[in-house]
């Protein structure tokens, strides 16, 4: 099983970026997925988290700027980021809940980097 993160970059504060990561692997059933962001030099933190039946919830500081939404068919989970501000700057990982071909686990992907700077 892998998960595979982009759509990272620099965005000028106000800005917006749409991050993806699709899972790939053997699979059987994806449950909950979920966006965490680390920062220089700070612990990494949850973002958002969609479950299997489409709830979802954000860490106070991006709601109403971001919106998580998953692809079931595609195996696939979007970030999408609005309203950018200088502190949104972090590596942002994609992590998954994976009923694979042998175990149920978390599985997480390898990080893509969000600038927000003028």
């Known amino acids: 099983v892998q998960l595979q993160a982009s759509g990272g970059g620099l965005v000028q504060p106000g800005g917006s970026l749409r991050l993806s990561c699709a899972v790939s692997?053997?699979?059987?059933?994806?449950?909950?997925m979920h966006w965490y962001r680390q920062a220089p030099g700070k612990q990494r933190e949850l973002v958002a988290s969609?479950?299997?039946?489409?709830?979802?919830k954000y860490v106070d500081s991006v709601k109403g700027r971001f919106t998580i939404s998953r692809d079931n068919a595609n195996n696939t989970v979007y970030l999408q980021m609005n309203s950018l501000k200088p502190e949104d700057t972090a590596v942002y990982y994609c992590?998954?809940?994976?009923?694979?071909?042998?175990?149920?686990?978390?599985?997480w992907g390898q990080g893509t980097l969000v600038t927000v700077s003028s």
């Open positions: 692997g053997r699979i059987r059933s994806i449950y909950g």
């Open positions: 992590n998954a809940d994976i009923w694979s071909q042998l175990s149920r686990r978390g599985y």
């Open positions: 969609i479950s299997g039946a489409g709830t979802k």
